[in-house]
């Protein structure tokens, strides 16, 4: 009897220690399984952000192209009447930085990418020291503006003194015929 009431406690607690892993596989399961639906759901809210904002950049990218001119954009565009403010504006710029600036000539210049903007070529001389020179030409380069210049030059005076030459090219609205 004695053999037999130890067999049982054995196989009693052998079921008990199944049913316990049992319990604990189903449970990392369940938990696995929650786990990979979490994971699923963001995968999709990511996919959804990357087309939200795939589509964001293609519209942003053609704004020009479309004709499409949002008030972020027109910011950075001298206004077709502005040429005479933006003029202004780095000569300012000059006087404050360089001991000279001269504006020896404005033109206008087509836009190939689209007809309703057009370049404003301006073509400027500062003269200073090396440091003041560089900053207005730096100054120049980061105004507000798609600005980009096509020459640039520096020479040296006398000591001291340094003159920079410079052609630039500022996106400008056209003026609309209507």
Known sequence: MKKLSSHLKILTLS???FVI???GFVATFVLIRN??????E???????????????KSTKTSALETGVVSQELEEFIVPNDGELG?????ERIGKSTVSDVKTLSVSLKDYEENERFEW?????????SWNDVLNY??????LPYR??????????VDPGTWRSSGLYRVLKQKEQNE
């Open 21 to 23: 892993v049992l319990i």
């Open 86 to 90: 933006f003029i202004e504006e780095i």
């Open 137 to 142: 030409t730096a100054k120049l380069e980061t």
């Open 15 to 17: 079921i008990l220690l």
């Open 42 to 56: 963001l995968e999709t809210e990511i996919s959804a952000e990357t087309i939200r904002e795939t589509r964001f």
């Open 147 to 156: 600005i980009e210049n096509d020459q640039i030059g520096l020479e040296y």
């Open 35 to 40: 786990k990979n639906i979490k994971v699923s």
């Open 120 to 128: 404003l070529v301006v073509s400027l001389v500062a003269t200073g």
